[in-house]
């Protein structure tokens, strides 16, 4: 047993003291981010929502809330480009060594559901994108009848009975897949 105790003790505590100063040394600090796949957004948008920047260590800080499993802040900056109403999907990769890149699906309009004038632009899934204009295209359908009490962009709008959205959306995809509407 003394043996193991000496061998963690002369051998594991000094490789984790390396891997620890190497991962809070300078070398690993962003350089360059890449951001890729917005078309609502400017780069620059993104890059706030993150809250990376050049000259930033790629993993510190870590969040730790009690309970939770650490967060790095590659994993905070996706969580909080996810929030933007338009981003659908957010990754953050880090490429070694100075490189961090951010890759943005964005979600597509599918409905506008009339609103004082003009109107909410949805997407298939009912997440309200904005409010639009009475101008939006002949592939964007209006869906009539949904009541809501509220909406916040990047959230279904606040409804008495959201089964009414949820069959609305579901009519209008399987109306556009048979080719009834385009």
């Known amino acids: 047993m003394k043996r193991f105790l000496f061998f963690i003790v ?9 891997m620890a100063v190497f991962a809070w040394s300078p070398l690993l600090e962003i350089r360059t981010i890449d951001i890729t796949g917005q078309n609502h957004y ?5 890059l706030a929502a993150s809250g990376l920047e050049t ?5 510190l800080p870590v969040r730790w809330r009690r309970g939770e499993w650490p967060a790095l802040r590659i994993g905070t900056a996706a969580d909080a480009v996810r929030k ?4 659908a999907t957010a990754r ?4 070694p060594l100075h490189t961090v890149r951010i890759r943005v699906t964005e979600r597509v309009p599918f409905l506008v559901l009339p609103y004082l004038g003009g109107g909410l632009l949805l997407d298939d899934n009912g997440v309200v994108l904005e409010s639009a204009g009475k101008e939006t295209g002949p592939e964007i359908k209006e869906l009539r009848g949904i009541r809501f009490f509220g ?22 995809q399987t ?8």
């Open 84 to 87: 933007l109403p338009w981003v």
């Open 55 to 59: 000259g930033a260590h790629p993993f």
């Open 151 to 172: 909406y916040v962009n990047g959230h279904v709008p606040e409804m008495g009975d959201p089964l009414l959205l949820e069959t609305g959306i579901r009519v209008l």
């Open 175 to 182: 109306l556009r897949r048979s080719g009834s509407v385009e």
């Open 42 to 46: 400017k780069a620059e948008d993104i």
């Open 92 to 95: 953050v990769d880090w490429l």
């Open 10 to 18: 002369f051998a594991f505590l000094p490789l984790c003291t390396l």
